[in-house]
């Protein structure tokens, strides 16, 4: 374990171990990490990263920025605190993770594939243009806190596909066990007098939304601009006593369920 100040690498960067109490960290080139890495500044990450081993890539409030791909058939947890996490570019298509978890305000503008969980503490907005795929062979995606799109949303088509089945499709059946958990609002913070401000209303709203799993729990309020399909069984809920309406609203009208809902 190395204890040191402002770490600069221009070039290759290879962790056997970890890094403690660092001030910050700054790789130019491409990252190999088996161990952990705990700074008080910021982490970017320029060059392409895999993991060789279960991670922890944790800020005191600190930005992590990842410019390149992300591979590894490892765990990765990324903390950082009040700060943001950004994701340049695939997670997990080469190789995916075997599990992620974060913690921080987390942007990404593409997709993220592992076998095992994934689980966003914080907030997430989904960037970019087109649609972003979340995908879990084996396991949950749970979304802990809201989920949106990033600036401009509508005009850039920004749409979200989760699942935890292999493939897309229509059929509640032959996909793994694992569940997806929607515990805080989706999109636009509507109420019930409010949908939205007219022509100036461009972002925070997914385009579409789909959603594919032999389980998919709402327990919040979900807006987008477009389609809203669900394929698999949907469990109606809340995470609030006493909060017992949800609403899913599409503004140019379309949502389909195909599964039951309780």
Request: proline residues 0%; contains cysteine; hydrophobic residues 35%.
């Amino acid at each position: 374990t190395y204890q040191l100040g402002s770490i600069t690498i221009t070039g290759a960067f290879d962790l056997d171990g970890s890094i403690a109490a660092a001030s910050s960290l700054s790789v130019s080139g491409v990252s190999t990490i088996a161990g952990d890495i705990t700074t008080t500044g910021a982490q970017t990450y320029t060059g392409a990263v895999t993991l060789a081993g279960d991670a922890t890539l944790s800020t005191t409030n600190s930005n992590i920025k990842f410019e390149s791909t992300l591979d590894g058939a490892q765990a990765l947890t990324l903390d950082s605190g009040s700060a943001n996490i950004s994701l340049g570019a695939d997670v997990g298509a080469s190789t995916a993770l075997s599990a992620l978890t974060t913690t921080g305000l987390l942007q990404t503008s593409d997709d993220i594939y592992t076998t095992g969980n994934q689980t966003y503490n914080s907030a997430v907005t989904i960037a970019g243009a087109g649609t972003k795929t979340l995908l879990s062979t084996a396991g949950d995606i749970v979304f802990e806190s809201t989920l949106q799109g990033g600036t401009n949303s509508k005009s850039n088509q920004t749409s979200l596909e989760v699942r935890t089945c292999a493939t897309t499709g229509t059929a509640t059946s032959g996909c793994a066990t694992g569940a997806i958990t929607f515990k805080d609002r989706v999109g636009y913070a509507f109420s019930d007098s409010t949908v939205y401000s007219g022509s100036t209303f461009t972002d925070q709203n997914l385009y579409s939304l789909y959603a594919r799993a032999n389980t998919i729990n709402i327990l919040a309020d979900i807006m987008t601009f477009e389609t809203q399909t669900y394929s698999g069984d949907v469990l109606v809920g809340s995470v609030t006593t006493g909060d017992t309406t949800r609403t899913l609203l599409s503004v140019d009208p379309s949502i389909t369920i195909h599964g039951t809902i309780n």
